[in-house]
Structure formats: C-alpha cells, structure tokens
C-alpha cells in the first residue's frame, strides 16, 4: 500500500555458483511412484540420470574427464542397492538421461509397506590415471499395500512426470496416463446448487475429465451430493484443502473423509502460499501429514511468486503449479494500491512480470530450472493454472477464447503436465476453445506423457512449436505469442513427413509447407 515501506521481501533462490571445473550429477529415482504387489509380477525400473554440468547443483561431485572425449562413449558402472544388497546393475554413458536399469520387486525380496524403502545409488568411473570414481547418491522406493478394495490409486510416471490412473468411475480398467485439464470451480453459488454443470462435462465427451471445487466447504451433505455425482460421471476429483491445510486436526478429518473415494486423483494444498503469511514449513507438514494417512495420491500445490523462498515451499508438494495472470493488467503500476511495482515494492497482480505472453513461459523455465538445481526434476512435475477471468481488481479484460489456449499450449511447450484454469464459470469462448483443446489432448498426450518420446523446443520470432516425436511419428504444438498474424516454416523442422492429420485449431492453419497462425492462435498436427 502507498503508507507502506519498502522492505526487500528476501527469499531469491540462490543461483548456483559456476565452476571451471567439471562435475557429475549423478541421480537416481524408480520409474513409478507407488508400485504395488500388482507390479511384483512385471519388471520395476530404477532411473538413472549421469549429466555432466559445471554448476555446482544439488548431488553434483566432481569429476576427472580426458579432454575432447565423447562423453557418450564413458560408461560408468551402476550399482543400486538396498541395506547392501543389489537390486539392479548396468552400464551408464556419462551425460545420459532417463537410463533405466530393469529389477525384479519379487526376486529383490521386498515386502509391501507404508514407509518407502532408502535406496543408495553408487557409480564407478576409472579415470586416464587408472584410478577409480566413485559417486553415490539415494532415493526413496514406494512400495505400498493393496488399497482397500474400491480405492484409488493415482500414480506418477517419474520418467516423464505424469499421472497414470484408472477409471474415476471405480470400474475395472488399467491404469492409463492422464493429462489433466479443466478448471477450478466455484462451490457453494455454482456446483453445490447446480449438479447439471457435472452432466455438461461429460456431455463434452470426458474431455474436462477432472474438477477441482473450490472450498470453503461448509455443507458437507452438498459437498458429498457434488462428489457423487462426479463419480457417476467418470470424473476425477481434485480435492482442495486451502483453507485447513495447516490445521493437522482438520487435514485427518479430511483426508480420511475422501481418501477412499475411487476418483481422487490428488490432493492440493496452499493455495498462492508464498504470497500469504503462511509459515514456510506449513505446506511440508501438511504433505508428510497426508502422506501418512494415504500415500496413495499425490499433493500439489500453486505459487503466486516469481522468486520467493521457493524451495521451502515446493519441498512440500509433488506438482507444483503456476498462475501467471499477465493479460489486461498494468504490470508497473497497481490499479488496485495506487503504487508502482518494483521487485521491492507494489502488487500488480503478476508478480516480477512484464506484461507479455512470455511472462508465462518465464515462469515455466525458471520453476524447471530450480527444480533441476535442486535435484528434484524427476520426482517432482509442473502444472499451469491460465487465466480464464477478468473485470476484476488488477485484471480488466477477460482473455478471449485463443488466448486462454494460447496461455495454456505455451505452458505445456515448456514443461506443463496439467492444466486447470482460475475459475468457472468462465465466458462460453473460453469454455468452447478449452473444449477444442482438450479433446486435442487425448490424442496428443500419447507423445507429451510418452516415456519414448524425443522432445524439442523452437521459438521463432515469438512462435513457440513444441516437437515430441514417438516412433515415426511427431506431434507438432505450437502457439503464436503475436498479436498478428504469423507463419511458421516447416523446413525449419527435420522429420518430418508423411500424413498430417490436424488434432487442434483455435487459430492455425496447415499451407503449403507451413503453418499459418492467427493473431494468438494455436494448433496441433501429427505427422508420420
């Protein structure tokens, strides 16, 4: 506010120092998150991931390399094993990602429990000298009991970061990967009184397959009304806990009041955390706490801050979401307080933005890179929360329909494995451009959560393309950031070749050798 001082707020992420040196990040992690007794009869993996980097980041150690040498061609050998005994073994090349070496549940002997077992991760490398390297790191192995019969279980692929699930209806099925995607939604004026918007949803053809209600919950007898009638719609459920996340007593009476619900697919904690006076730990004991009671779904939670004590509060979370709401706001000055915004100083609804697109996709990356720095970037994953509200406060246009896929396609282009947009109801654009996406996505998260995938990034003259190519086929996603039209030269793209099939237009177009963007348009095509 105007009467307040400026105090600089602290909290930056510390930036890794760079060394002349270079080191080894030598990382490991299982490829699923839980497994089950289910699982005891397929192969098991452990992740391994050998990078080779000259910033002094988290398990990083340093390494002696002859000059000039093809890293590729330097195998270290692995070891992983559990109280000394060897669960998997395998050759590594230096510099490698996502190198899963393949164990047995059953032959390793391990028994279902609640506690995750402590893996230890060692790594030998001979050096020019003949000498000896060794590196050694850990992680944590889940490896629980059946659920009660009629439960759920939602777990996450490590390789790629998605969430893997059956039906939400509690009928019998695989487990399937799941892109989620649709919006937080209003309670007690909207859902709570109105239990036909769950029909409309799946009268879209499951496309918004999950609901996030937002709380508070007062009438738990609506509340459960709500839930039923999302499970007869097939319909996951993402239950928020932002207002008693750090009350212990009432986060137990929750999560055992949903936890046996067979279409919980998460829980979500704080809510903007970091831009409350929320105690940096609160969201930690809230994800041991939940974890202690379930362990069967993952917790996630949004931040409101570019750069604020993040480690303190992502510790806490296995998704962590953003919500960068740069459109029809002034990012300079606060039409709310009446101040400038610094990064000392001010609230202008987007924090540390500059009024652009690109604030979006800044936020994306710098949230991977910490999260790589901190050595969590296989077991933790990023979400986006789009803008699909305006006429309020510091925002005074609504996004248009493109836009709010526009928004939503350059998070997942740079990272994103949910969607879930603030707020419905929403304006019948947004909500009809939301549907054309998400309809896309059944197709296209075959290549976005595939573990196969090769992925690639090209911005051009603010056109962002994403490129995830599984087999012989590639996804093209890309989004037009140009309040313009704008073309995109497919000859730019190696590969690609044979049928092009269209999965999403809300604003581009194939033609002759190119796609064609609108201003702020998006779209999708498969070739091969």
């Not at 049928?499 to 963007?517: C, H, I, P, R």
Request: net charge negative; proline share 6%; charged share 15%.
């Amino acid at each position: 506010m105007a009467s307040s001082p400026i105090v600089p707020p602290g909290g930056q992420f510390p930036i890794p120092a760079t060394l002349s040196t270079p080191l080894l990040a030598f990382r490991c992690a299982p490829a699923i998150r839980p497994y089950l007794p289910e699982d005891v009869s397929s192969p098991a993996g452990i992740i391994i991931d050998t990078p080779i980097t000259q910033n002094d980041i988290a398990d990083a150690s340093s390494i002696s390399l002859p000059a000039h040498a093809d890293l590729t061609l330097i195998p270290l050998v692995v070891t992983v094993s559990l109280n000394g005994h060897t669960l998997a073994e395998g050759l590594v090349p230096l510099n490698a990602s996502k190198v899963e070496l393949p164990f047995s549940l059953k032959s390793a002997g391990l028994k279902p429990q609640t506690e995750a077992y402590n893996l230890s991760c060692t790594a030998s490398f001979s050096t020019l000298t003949g000498k000896t390297q060794k590196f050694t790191t850990s992680t944590m192995l889940s490896f629980l009991p059946d659920p009660p019969p009629g439960r759920s279980v939602t777990k996450m692929d490590l390789r790629t970061g998605a969430l893997m699930a059956k039906p939400a209806n509690g009928a019998k099925g695989d487990y399937e990967t799941v892109f989620p995607i649709g919006f937080y939604t209003s309670f007690g004026d909207y859902l709570a009184t109105n239990l036909s918007v769950l029909n409309d949803l799946k009268a879209r053809g499951h496309v918004f397959h999950k609901v996030h209600p937002i709380p508070t919950f007062d009438n738990l007898t609506a509340l459960e009304e709500v839930l039923d009638r999302m499970e007869e719609q097939g319909l996951y459920l993402m239950y928020d806990m932002r207002w008693t996340y750090m009350n212990s007593t009432a986060v137990t009476e929750e999560v055992n009041r949903i936890k046996n619900r067979p279409n919980l697919l998460l829980w979500y904690t704080g809510d903007e955390p970091d831009g409350t006076s929320d105690p940096l730990n609160a969201t930690s004991n809230a994800y041991d706490l939940i974890y202690s009671l379930d362990g069967y779904h993952p917790v996630s939670l949004v931040l409101n801050c570019e750069n604020y004590f993040f480690t303190q509060y992502t510790a806490g979370t296995d998704i962590v979401m953003q919500d960068t709401y740069m459109i029809g706001n002034n990012v300079t000055f606060s039409s709310q307080w009446g101040t400038p915004c610094t990064l000392d100083y001010g609230d202008c609804g987007c924090d540390n933005c500059k009024g652009v697109f690109e604030d979006i996709s800044t936020r994306m990356d710098e949230f991977a890179q910490r999260l790589w720095d901190n050595g969590w970037d296989r077991t933790k994953a990023i979400w986006a929360a789009p803008q699909a509200f305006g006429d309020d406060t510091y925002w005074k246009v609504v996004p248009t329909g493109q836009e709010y896929v526009l928004q939503s396609v350059l998070a997942i282009n740079h990272g994103g494995l949910g969607v879930f947009g603030w707020d419905d109801p929403t304006t019948d654009d947004i909500k009809a451009s939301a549907t054309l996406l998400a309809q896309a996505l059944l197709t296209m998260k075959d290549f976005i959560l595939s573990p196969a995938a090769s992925f690639n990034l090209i911005i051009q003259d603010r056109i962002h393309v994403g490129l995830w190519t599984v087999g012989l086929k590639t996804l093209l996603l890309g989004t037009n950031l140009n309040n313009a039209s704008a073309t995109f030269d497919l000859a730019d793209v190696h590969g690609l070749g044979g049928k092009v099939t269209q999965v999403l237009d809300t604003g581009a177009k194939l033609s002759k050798g190119s796609v064609v963007f609108e201003s702020v348009g998006s779209g999708g095509f498969v070739f091969g």
